[in-house]
């Protein structure tokens, strides 16, 4: 029934949209439209971590009310996971009512804040033919990018309709030197654990530093900009879009996510120090045991961050200097290699490089601090496994 309902939602709206396109009360049909875009907090899981944003279109005279979202994707794809996997699984765009659209965040306890453009008619309808162009089968799917092309960046787009005018986009704040990982940090402080290994699986390239637009990837930095923008026509200078204004709140709820939390990983990996150093100190078998599943499990992970690397779309997960320390050299030690001096001296450098790049750094990656913990680990349990051999 719901998906009926869709259906002649959308039907009825580009009717409409299609005679106010084509000239029939042109100036009356536009006018009823309102086109806004809709920002929603983060959510306390990974994946709504970093907030959404999607496209409002309404006309209260035909009771018509969409969101459309460049968020989606579906699980029926063939080889979902492996797709998911490799960053290879493709997003699309799609629509829903409002209503059903804020069910979501009302039971997440998620802000959800709306910003009405301030459009003349003419950027109504070149917005109104982007959508409809955009929606058709042949183009709604396109390929994810977590940094340059997501569901925030596909709204930055709209911008480009009043570069077709020639229109210059003027900014009243300042861009601050941030990366892309500073960015993703600022919603991960109450989420450690994903912090953590968000710094392991994301490579030097999320250390690269961001223009305004590289920002808006972000939905919250997307709404700073887009309230404080301004255009100018025929000499007269008006603001993009109205300051935002809460359809859902839950402000509180967002306090508290962005409130820092104990730092575990940190916590939890200088106790693993501590443990290595105590069962080391007992030269036997279960430090040998101890040390071999420590290195055994440190390389299985470089083995990981190469495919990641290497077998994944995933931009991201490319030039990750965390293979210095999580090695896929390590599984040599398990092999007639272990006693090679050469292989120990070139693992042992490469754990040296990774702990200085925890205190300074100096590599074109940040290291997150609760490493450096982890390779003193992994330099004790070779020292002594080089002992016991």
Same mark, same amino acid.
């Given at each position: 029934m719901k998906l009926l309902q869709n259906l002649l939602y959308n039907f009825l709206f580009f009717c409409f949209s299609f005679s106010a396109i084509n000239g029939?009360?042109?100036?009356?049909?536009l006018?009823?439209? *309102?086109?806004?875009?809709?920002?929603?907090?983060?959510? *306390?899981e990974l994946y709504s971590t970093f907030g959404h944003t999607a496209i409002r279109i309404k006309n209260t005279k035909l009771d018509i009310d969409l969101v459309y979202n460049y968020g989606l994707f579906s699980f *029926?794809?063939?080889?979902?996971?492996?797709?998911?996997?490799?960053?290879?699984?493709?997003y699309h765009l799609g629509n829903t009512k409002m209503q059903y659209?804020?069910?979501?965040?009302?039971?997440?306890?998620?802000?959800?804040f709306e910003q009405v453009l301030i459009l003349d008619n003419a950027r109504k309808k070149e917005i109104i033919e982007f959508i409809q162009e955009n929606i058709k089968p042949e183009n709604r799917a396109y390929a994810y990018d977590f940094f340059y092309d997501n569901c925030a960046t596909r709204v930055v787009d709209v /911008?480009?309709?009043?570069?077709?005018?020639?229109?210059?986009?003027?900014?009243?704040?300042?861009v601050e030197k941030k990366t892309f990982r500073d960015l993703l940090k600022e919603n991960l402080k109450n989420l450690p654990w994903s912090e953590f290994g968000i710094d392991i699986v994301i490579g030097a390239r999320a250390d690269l530093l961001t223009n305004r637009r590289h920002q808006?990837?972000?939905?919250? /930095?997307?709404?700073?900009?887009?309230?404080?923008?301004t255009i100018e026509y025929n000499g007269v200078t008006f603001n993009l879009a109205e300051k935002p204004h809460l359809v859902l709140d839950f402000e509180a709820e967002n306090i508290k996510r962005k409130t820092r939390a104990t730092p575990w990983p940190l916590i939890l990996m200088l106790l693993l120090m501590i443990v290595t150093i105590v069962i080391n100190l007992k030269s036997n078998k279960w430090s040998n045991i101890f040390n071999a599943v420590l290195l055994g499990i440190s390389g299985v992970l470089g083995l990981f961050l190469l495919l990641m690397w290497f077998g994944t779309n995933?931009?991201?997960?490319?030039?990750?200097?965390?293979?210095?320390?999580l090695n896929?050299?390590?599984?040599?030690?398990?092999?007639?290699?272990?006693?090679?001096?050469?292989?120990?001296?070139?693992?042992?450098?490469?754990?040296?490089?990774?702990?200085?790049?925890?205190c300074v750094t100096f590599l074109p990656q940040f290291f997150h601090i609760a490493f450096l913990p982890i390779i003193l680990s992994i330099l004790i349990a070779i020292w002594y496994k080089k002992q016991d051999h």
């Open positions: 029939q009360s042109d100036s009356l049909a006018a009823e439209i *309102d086109i806004s875009i809709l920002t929603c907090r983060s959510g *306390d *029926d794809t063939p080889n979902f996971y492996v797709k998911f996997m490799r960053g290879q699984l493709p659209f804020l069910r979501e965040y009302q039971a997440e306890k998620r802000s959800v /911008y480009d309709i009043y570069g077709q005018s020639g229109k210059e986009i003027n900014y009243l704040i300042d808006m990837f972000l939905p919250e /930095y997307l709404m700073n900009n887009l309230a404080n923008a995933h931009g991201a997960t490319r030039d990750n200097w965390n293979i210095l320390w896929p050299l390590l599984l040599l030690l398990f092999t007639k290699l272990r006693e090679n001096t050469i292989l120990k001296m070139i693992l042992t450098g490469c754990l040296i490089i990774a702990l200085l790049n925890c």
